[in-house]
């Protein structure tokens, strides 16, 4: 849902594209974000999407704003426009995903413990690495030893994969594991079972896992490595289709640009998990609001929920939204926009509807034969 050239939103009663209705009619997205986002002929800054996955997404990186400019005019075939693509997932059941580096510590203990692993990089490789956990650590010599690691993993050989990837799920499902293997094995055997031969599994020694339940939201930035492995989400970014895969694909691993465009982030994979808030602006009524605002610019995602014969109301926002009923019955109310109607107008909703929101403007939903559960996607601008 959006203004992307690939897969644009229609206007219902119209037929013509949501960009094209909101170049003839600006006041809708508003001044403060047309220059905030320098945006032209009637886009919006953000993309909204429901995703529902039980195979794992391809292993990934978003690139930032300069090389997606870069690739964009390189290949146009592969990297649709020009933008960059930060992201943010709110889960609507349990979801899981690869997401950043493991500490090093991690990774170095599986390099000593899973044969099969570090038989795909160079020995040297991974003594530096093993050596420079073991001994006067600082962040800079981590960083460099685990891109040495990665790269050197990602360019390994595909026959090499394949072999040692069958050998270790062979003895993981003859019950040949260590301790610190005992809590990444069944990762193992998941993926393998969907992308059996794929250098992606092997992630699972190198990435966070994280399992997510309904309404936790994770942040994904440039550069960071992720696939969300299986789950029902809502998904918002920056308005862009740009991918820099590696893993669990058939589409085109672009190893090169993955390894340069990576970020060494070396934390904890439950730091990248962040809370809501409830919506408390003046001029807000009902209590069923959260808001998700991650550290993005162009995006944050409300979760309205309201109960039966309930309302919910929502002040005018400095910038345009879309909104998608995903459970219930009900409806919304707006004041007229139009200079040649009075009073207010309203629309009945159910399951799967979809509204745009014009900047400014003033919202109430209301719940009538059930509850309503409503995720607005919005952006604003001072």
């Not at 195979?55 to 690139?63: E, G, Y």
């Not at 960083?143 to 993981?172: E, I």
């Not at 019950?175 to 069944?186: A, F, I, L, P, R």
């Amino acid at each position: 849902m959006g203004t992307h050239h690939k897969s644009p939103t229609l206007v219902l009663s119209s037929g013509e594209k949501l960009s094209e209705y909101l170049a003839s009619r600006p006041h809708l997205v508003g001044d403060r974000v047309v220059k905030r986002f320098s945006l032209t002929d009637g886009q919006i800054p953000f993309l909204f999407k429901v995703l529902s996955f039980r195979k794992a997404l391809p292993m990934q990186i978003h690139p930032d704003k300069m090389t997606a400019e870069r690739l964009h005019a390189e290949q146009p075939d592969v990297y649709a426009d020009a933008n960059h693509k930060p992201e943010m997932a709110l889960a609507l059941s349990p979801f899981s995903a690869m997401c950043g580096f493991l500490p090093v510590v991690q990774i170095a203990s599986y390099l000593q413990a899973v044969p099969e692993f570090s038989a795909l990089v160079p020995k040297v490789i991974a003594d530096q690495l093993i050596s420079i956990v073991s001994s006067s650590r600082s962040e800079v010599r981590e960083k460099g030893a685990l891109r040495d690691l990665f790269s050197a993993f990602l360019t390994a050989d595909v026959k090499d994969v394949k072999v040692q990837l069958d050998r270790l799920v062979q003895r993981y499902r003859a019950g040949n594991y260590s301790e610190e293997e005992e809590k990444v094995k069944d990762l193992v055997l998941k993926l393998s079972e969907m992308y059996p031969g794929d250098n992606g599994v092997f992630c699972a020694f190198l990435l966070n896992y994280l399992e997510l339940q309904p309404g936790q939201a994770i942040c994904v930035v440039a550069g960071e490595p992720h696939a969300y492995v299986m789950g029902d989400i809502i998904e918002c970014m920056a308005t862009s289709d740009n991918v820099i895969e590696a893993g669990f694909t058939s589409g085109v691993k672009d190893i090169s640009n993955f390894v340069s465009g990576l970020q060494y982030n070396l934390s904890s994979g439950r730091t990248r998990i962040f809370k809501p808030t409830p919506l408390t602006r003046p001029g807000s009524f009902g209590g069923g609001t959260l808001v998700y605002d991650p550290p993005i610019d162009e995006l944050a995602v409300m979760q309205v929920v309201v109960g039966k014969g309930k309302s919910e109301k929502h002040p005018g926002l400095r910038g345009p939204s879309i909104a998608i009923v995903l459970d219930g019955h009900g409806s919304v109310e707006w004041a007229a926009g139009d200079r040649s109607m009075e009073g207010r107008m309203d629309m009945e909703l159910g399951r799967g509807d979809t509204i745009f929101i014009g900047q400014g403007v003033e919202v109430n939903f209301s719940a009538s034969v059930s509850d309503l559960r409503v995720y607005r996607a919005y952006v604003e601008a001072e």
